[in-house]
Nanobody
Framework: QVYLAQSGGGLVQAGDSLRLSCVAPGRYYGTAWFRQAPGKAREFVAALTWTTGNTYYNDRVKGRFAISRDNAKNTVYLQMNSLKPEDSAEYYC?????????????????WGLGTQVTVSS
């Protein structure tokens, strides 16, 4: 398994913005962001299919978060705007080699180690 290098995150106030980055140098089919709050299951946030450019979002973040990719830098981003306290969680970058359900964690082969996002009210 390859561990993806993540950066970004931190402590912000409600309404602020943050951008997470993830270096994914492989020839992946797609990448995604998941998050996990203490005591809760890992939750799908957003996904990007590299071949088509299609994006998918959890309804809870749709319109506030945006996933994108810089091909030249092999980097995937998660721009998070209008952050809410309920967005607080450990955020994980994930990459998959094959097609499948973009919102299912088991479809992903390589993962980052996580980065903490805390949103205060």
């Amino acid at each position: 398994q390859v561990y993806l290098a993540q950066s970004g995150g931190g402590l912000v106030q409600a309404g602020d913005s943050l951008r997470l980055s993830c270096v994914a140098p492989g020839r992946y089919y797609g990448t995604a962001w998941f998050r996990q709050a203490p005591g809760k299951a890992r939750e799908f946030v957003a996904a990007l299919t590299w071949t088509t450019g299609n994006t998918y979002y959890n309804d809870r973040v749709k319109g506030r978060f945006a996933i994108s990719r810089d091909n030249a830098k092999n980097t995937v981003y998660l721009q998070m705007n209008s952050l809410k306290p309920e967005d607080s969680a450990e955020y994980y970058c994930a990459a998959r080699w094959n097609a499948g359900r973009a919102d299912v964690a088991l479809e992903y082969n390589d993962w980052g180690l996580g980065t903490q996002v805390t949103v205060s009210s």
